[in-house]
């Protein structure tokens, strides 16, 4: 009897998951992400320290804390959907976060709770990566160059400041989410969350900088809404 | 065999000094004001622990050489006064030896850390935090901004924590990660750790200070040639110890001021 329970119990859960998540065809949620204000100057990064990473680039490498493209857009802004969405299980490809000119590719890495994460090192120096998290365990570890990837996961949703503690100029950010509506704004300031079965969500922004900023949005059948978010920006 | 001991003392002894005494290894070239006074006295210091340590070996190689057969029916004489005398005498010798270099030492020690800097040297900032240094200049107010361990945003380049949006002082201190100086000018470094003991050092400069966390402490040079010469940590703070270096960059006048313009531009 408890059995039986247990295998309905479960196949209504799985028929949930199936109904509410992603279904191909279903409302978009799109926009653009800029700022208002001046905003601070992307400074030359020196890595004299580290020749082996100062010699990759012709000129050195702007800072990355904020990031903006023509018509006050703003790059690298986590937009994501933080009410509404069921939780999903993790996709099984890793979330990859690579470390190559002594700088993190991508600035801001999003993944689902427990994906996999994988931290490659394709520098010819050593690195020690040290996400700073507060609601997950923390950790840091060293990686020589040449070695294995380090792999890991979150269990918990957190955005997590990410540094080397070798090269203190290198700073990136961890977005883990708890589903797969979520999108990173390019260099327009564009995003889209494609795929929305109808209902009412909360559609959240993230910037590392400048903190986060929500937005109610219903979705009904297949439309296209289109959310807009500013952000003030601050010369310091 | 006693006798072969000896002379194979007497060899390692010489061999030792070879290299010393013919200046096989060369000091690295010595770019500071100060630093032929340093030099001075690492080669007295050289030259007479090396004699005491010659004789020294001599002096064994003798007594293992006379003595190395026990002589069958010869008293054995005994050091005129005993062990105490001899010890009273070795310790009267090394205590004298150890003071001379300090009498000699003291004029180059006080003239890096007794003497204060010139009132128009020029005044540069030093932060040691692992695994990198970083300097500071006060920009065109001539004033430091204040330091506010708070606001450190390494990612945004802001490693001294300072705060320009309140502070006006802040907003043209310009912070580098090479150390450049203008040549023949006085420097007044000002040195704090952000987070475990370092050091700092210059080969060629004859300079080398430890940062101590919770203090401030201060060294001033002149660096008399123009170049670029690596400035490495020397005290180990940490797994990335063995990458924490920086460059000092001596500049004429009329480069480092080009310089100080190109960063007060990126600013």
Known sequence: MRTKQAFITGVAILAAITMTSAVPGG????GK????GTPAKQKPIDMSKEPSCAKQYATPPPTETVVTGPNN?????VVYISTGAPDEPPPSQPAVFTQKGCRYIPHVLALQVNQPLQVLNEDQTSHNIHPLAKINREWNKSQPPGTPPIVDKYDKMEFIPVKCNVHPWMHGTFAVLKNSHYSISSADGGFSLPDLPPGKYTVTAYHESYGDQSQEVTIAGSETKSVNFVFKAKPY | MGKLFAVVLVIIALASAYPIVTHMYVMPEDISTHGHQIDEQLSDTMAEAGISFLLAQFVLAFFVWTFAERKVGVKLKNFPGGAKVMVAAAFILVGTEVLALGV???RAWANVYFTPPRPDALQVQAQAGQFAFYFRYPGVDGRFGAIHPDKIDEGNQNYFGLDPANEIESRDDIVSAELAIPVNREIHMMMHAKDVGHSFYVRELRIQQDFV?????SVHFTATKTGRFEIV???LCGLGHYNMKAYLNVMAQDDFEKWLKQKASEL
């Open chain 1, 73 to 77: 857009a703003l790059e690298n802004v």
């Open chain 2, 104 to 106: 000699f030492g003291q």
């Open chain 1, 33 to 36: 992400v800029t700022y208002e």
């Open chain 2, 233 to 235: 940590c020397t005290q």
């Open chain 1, 27 to 30: 409302g978009t949620v799109s």
């Open chain 2, 213 to 217: 966390p919770g203090l401030d402490l």
